[in-house]
């Protein structure tokens, strides 16, 4: 890619308010997506999510009042909830550590210092409160690798804060799962009438936001 | 670009370890890549960072010890300091509503109903203890759309958590400032003697981590 088509991309990114309901993304492009997901760099590589694509209509439907009463969830063309792993065990740690040895022929025994080196970090994070925290980051990791990505395949989406995460745990019966809701993004094509496609994007000039030292 | 390219780029991408220090971004890159994070969307486009582009070798030097002794700060072509807007104040939703004004050429009284709920918003998570947290994740969805970005170009990324924000603050005199480390990256290209580049990525299952409903 040419840092031409970046910025082409980057800067026809806008978060779509209206998604043709008619627009589907082709199978190839989503799956593509989901790779990437599936890709994203997290902290350690420890991965502390999963992602939901929603294709049920009820659950759709269900979502729109808990979204701030936004369209988005029913009109897009895909919809993904991006839960984290909530107070993350430390048997994630060893879940991990068994992937590893599994992908890169690695010992057990030969990543035990990491393994401790990881669980001493969860430990950490846990007694002082932010493990959470933590995990939630990474997923903002995901979610905009996810628009950048899509963005760069001509996919357009919107990226859903505005939403009540505790609703949206109750619909997808996540209460009582290992996984809790923190943010969802809509994917798909603009409808020709959202009249924000069209409006200027809005940010601090480039001296305002990058100082070099 | 195709879906092919977008997944080539990702699965190339690793946190790469070991930069050739001989190796330097072109200006046009790096020009489109300071581009891509002023384009970074955010949280109803609030903005609550700033980015540090550190050309010093002496800064550079600097930070090495307060990041796990990790040497992509002075090996990387370049390296970027993403910073929160610290206990964002309220003068900033004024900021960002005179942005607007400028840019779309709206009027403020327009736009009151908008800033009233940003404010509001604003103050909640101040309010709540989470008005940090809230930036730190805006910042995260920078630091994911950058390394996908560069991944797109073909510059090699190492996200840098493993530092010591409080020194880092000290280092870049920001202590006093609006703004604090959250997190780092190196971008640049990948020495040919980085084990670490030809190591199987370590990913969970598609299965795993995606979940249709």
Known sequence: MTPDHL??????????????????IPADIWASLEEALVLTPSSFGLQP??????????????????SWG??????????????RHHDMPETEIDRFIARMVAVTGATADSLAG?????AG?????QNEGWLNAWADRQIYIA??????SA????VDTCPMEGLDPVAYDTILGLTHSPY?????????????????????????EAADVITHL
């Open 121 to 125: 970090f969860r430990q950490k994070a």
């Open 143 to 148: 979610l905009g690798s996810f628009m950048t």
């Open 70 to 83: 936004q369209t988005q969830p029913v009109e897009a063309s895909h919809f993904v909830v991006f839960a």
């Open 49 to 66: 999510w999963k992602f939901f694509v929603i294709d049920s209509a009820e659950l759709k439907t269900k979502m729109v009042p808990v």
């Open 7 to 24: 910025l082409t991309a980057l800067r026809w990114r806008y978060a779509t308010k209206q998604f043709d309901p008619a627009q589907k």
């Open 114 to 118: 990491y393994r401790n080196m990881m």
């Open 180 to 204: 809790r809701t923190v943010v969802a993004c809509a994917a798909g094509y603009r409808s020709a009438g959202d009249v924000h496609a069209t409006r200027a994007k809005v940010r601090y």
């Open 151 to 154: 963005a760069a395949l001509g």
